[in-house]
Structures are given as structure tokens and as C-alpha cells.
């Protein structure tokens, strides 16, 4: 009898082991696993968060006229096509004070249905105090907006063409402070020290924003050439530390301004100085901006 347990216990023992060792196996992988995938979302969570973080913001405004109906129509197909994995990137346009009843009717149309609309209290002008007005009232317009914070703000002309996509790569690795970006003027030259960035689009980064709403000396001389005075003022100022002229990237439509203007090259930002459809035309197939549009039985465009 004692025998038989001996040999009992010694076939069961080994299956014991064999169960001991398959149910801490078991359970060692499940707290790995665990611990692998919830480290991994961890990681994933904090490469998304990273990524939230270190995207630029910028805001363009165009500048424009309230009558200007069907060029922002225009502008809105232009830029609504365009987006940068860079960059979230708002466009708007920026109006003074309306003056005509059927203005009031129509903008408020536009604004119940794109919302990207901005009108500055002044009169509509160029160069008397317009920009100015965008400039320092953008602080206390976008305060109460629960998206207001943005790196960079540009002014921007409505006859120039923006691509947003090599915009955005040209910013990513710049300052986030103390920057002034364009086209340094005058045309023959690549210091961005010089003078002033040229009015077809500009950027500051919102720091320098804030300086000009809360300076006297942008306030006391806001009337003359809007880009020059700009650049006036971040002289006086020693502001703007940081400064980039992305020539030849940005530049006049080919034979309209002299030593401005070049031919249209495949790394463009930006093309000023669209006055005709023919030159809107010529820029936009040149860079192919319907390379994208899928095919349809709704349509044909033979």
C-alpha cells in the first residue's frame, strides 16, 4: 500500500510542476502584455500630445475691400484646396467698417456661411493705419476665442498666390519668437536687415504681435507705405532679432516689377502681383492644382 502511494506521488508530482510552471507562465505573460500595450498607448499618447504641441499655428489675413465679392469667392476655392500637415492654418479676410446697407447683407452672408471674416473698426484704406489696426486689435479680438493662440500672423495682398504647404515647411524649423518673415525689399537684395519685408505677405510671430498692440511707437505712425512702416517700427523698436527673406521662393509675377519678378519656379510660396485672370490662370496650371481631382461619371473636364 505504501508502496503504491510512492508510486502515485512521484506520476503526480511532475504533473503538478508541469501545471505550477504553465499557469505562472500564463499569468507572467498576461502582466507583460499588459504592461507592453499600456506602455505603448502611453507612448502613442505622448508622441500625440508632442505633435499637438509642437504644431505651428498661423493666421493669414488677406487683405481685402468689402465690394471685393467675387475675389474672395475666388480665394476661397484657391485656399480651401490647400492644407499642411505642419501647420493648422487659418485664413481670413480682413475688412473695415462697412459703409453701404446691401455690404452689411451680403458680408453677413459670408460670414453665417465660411465664418472667415474679420472687420477691423476703421476705413477702408492701404496705407492709412489699416495695418496698424489688424495688427494691434487681434490680441483683444482673439482673447475670448477658445482657439486664439496662434505662433505666427501674416498679412497677406489679394492678388498674391500662397502655398501653404512649402509656407509651412519653410516656417517649421524657425523661431517662434521675435521673427519677421517675406520678401525683403529692396528686390536686389538677400539681407533681411536691410529695409522692410514687401506688403504681398509678411509674417510676424505673435509675440511681435503683441509689442505693436501695446507700443507707442507703432501707434504714433501708422500713416505712409504699410510695409515699410512696419518695418520702421521693428527698427525703432529692436525688435524682430529674427529675420528670414525666403527669396527666391517668393517673388512677383514673371515681367510685372523688375528685379521683383522671375519666372515661375516649382519651390514657390508665393506669387504676387495677379491683377488679370490670364496670370491667375498661367500660376495655378502651372502648379497643377487639380492634379488631385479623382475621376467621375458627374463630370468630365475634356
Not at 100 to 108: D, S
Not at 121 to 135: A, Q, V
Not at 148 to 157: E, G, I, L, R
Request: net charge neutral.
Amino acid at each position: 500500500m505504501r508502496r503504491r502511494r510512492q508510486i502515485l506521488a512521484a506520476a503526480v508530482l511532475p504533473l503538478l510542476i508541469v501545471a505550477l510552471f504553465f499557469i505562472v507562465y500564463v499569468f507572467f505573460n498576461i502582466r507583460v502584455r499588459s504592461f507592453l500595450l499600456s506602455s505603448s498607448a502611453s507612448l502613442n499618447d505622448s508622441i500625440e500630445r508632442n505633435l499637438i504641441q509642437t504644431k505651428l499655428r498661423l493666421l493669414i489675413g488677406i487683405f481685402t475691400r468689402p465690394d471685393s465679392y467675387d475675389r474672395r469667392h475666388f480665394l476661397r476655392l484657391i485656399y480651401g484646396i490647400q492644407s499642411s500637415p505642419l501647420a493648422d492654418i487659418d485664413v481670413k479676410f480682413i475688412l473695415c467698417n462697412l459703409t453701404k446697407h446691401e455690404q452689411k447683407v451680403f458680408v453677413g452672408l459670408e460670414i453665417l456661411r465660411f465664418n472667415d471674416i474679420i472687420i477691423l473698426n476703421c476705413s477702408e484704406n492701404m496705407n492709412n493705419g489699416k495695418t496698424y489696426t489688424y495688427f494691434s486689435s487681434l490680441p483683444r479680438l482673439l482673447q475670448q476665442q477658445s482657439s486664439h493662440y496662434y505662433d505666427y500672423v501674416m498679412k497677406a495682398d489679394d492678388d498674391v498666390y500662397l502655398r501653404l504647404k512649402p509656407l509651412a515647411m519653410s516656417l517649421d524649423s524657425l523661431p517662434r519668437h521675435d521673427l519677421y518673415y517675406g520678401f525683403v525689399i529692396p528686390c536686389s537684395s538677400m539681407n533681411p536687415f536691410v529695409e522692410y519685408m514687401s506688403g504681398m505677405g509678411y509674417l510676424l510671430s505673435w509675440d511681435l504681435v503683441e509689442w505693436i498692440a501695446s507700443s507707442r511707437i507703432p501707434a504714433n505712425d501708422t500713416v505712409g507705405p504699410e510695409d515699410k512702416l512696419v518695418g520702421k517700427w521693428l527698427n525703432i523698436g529692436g525688435k524682430a532679432k529674427n529675420r528670414v527673406s525666403n527669396k527666391t521662393a517668393m517673388y512677383d509675377y514673371p515681367g510685372t516689377n523688375g528685379r521683383c519678378s522671375h519666372e515661375l519656379i516649382p519651390e514657390t510660396i508665393a506669387v504676387h502681383r495677379l491683377k488679370s485672370w490670364d496670370q491667375w490662370f498661367h500660376v495655378l496650371e502651372f502648379f497643377n492644382v487639380t492634379a488631385e481631382l479623382e475621376l467621375s461619371n458627374l463630370y468630365h473636364l475634356e
